[in-house]
């Protein structure tokens, strides 16, 4: 079957760096995505990864292991504004995405 | 500006009814989705739509249906076989052979 793994919460401090892994396993993988979502609203995009290594965006990094089913994403020079919830999410088969539950990440002064 | 148009964004309904939510894109892409979010648990997958007149159930489509007369729009119905309907509903889009899935503002539904 499917199955993502991600914490639940962290919570870090404006400034720092923080570590959101992700493990999954899944059969047809085609790809992993981070998205954002602040409460209430629709997830935002912010990384995909579909071949192993990191992957850098501004103060967004993600990292994928295919052969351990594992991911990261990467936060550099925490800002308040990045509280929110974090998906994992892992495309499989033709066409289709499976979530993790979310990390919740707060971000304090 | 291209996008996803979810509306409502709040609803209200009784137990027992129906209700429509609605979705519709100008990104001009083939596949369309809809997500259900329950507080501490993922988007699960109701519907997806790869073409037009063509869906195919999620891993929850049970008391839900839609429909995908046109490729623009995608909307779905909770019918009163859905046990638990109170959900945040969320509509999403894809490009085929595109990466990233671009979601609506959602809909939030409270049945009493």
Redesign the interface.
Known sequence: GQN?DQP?EMTATEGAIVQINCTYQTSGFN?L?WYQQHA??????LS?N?LDGLEEKGRFSSFLSRSKGYSYLLLKELQMKDSASY?C?VGYNT????????TRLQVFP | DGGITQSPKYLFRKEGQNVTLSCEQNLNHD?M?W?RQDP??????IY?S?IVNDFQK?DIAEGYSVSREKKESFPLTVTSAQKNPTA?Y?CAS?L?GD????????T?LTVV
């Open positions: 993502i639940t790809g995505f209430g609203e629709a997830p935002t995009f995909y579909v998906l999410a066409d289709k995405l499976i979530f993790g539950t979310g | 596949a989705y997500y501490g648990q993922g988007l699960r997958l997806y790869q999620g945040f969320l894809r085929t990466d990233g899935y671009t979601f609506g503002s959602g939030r």
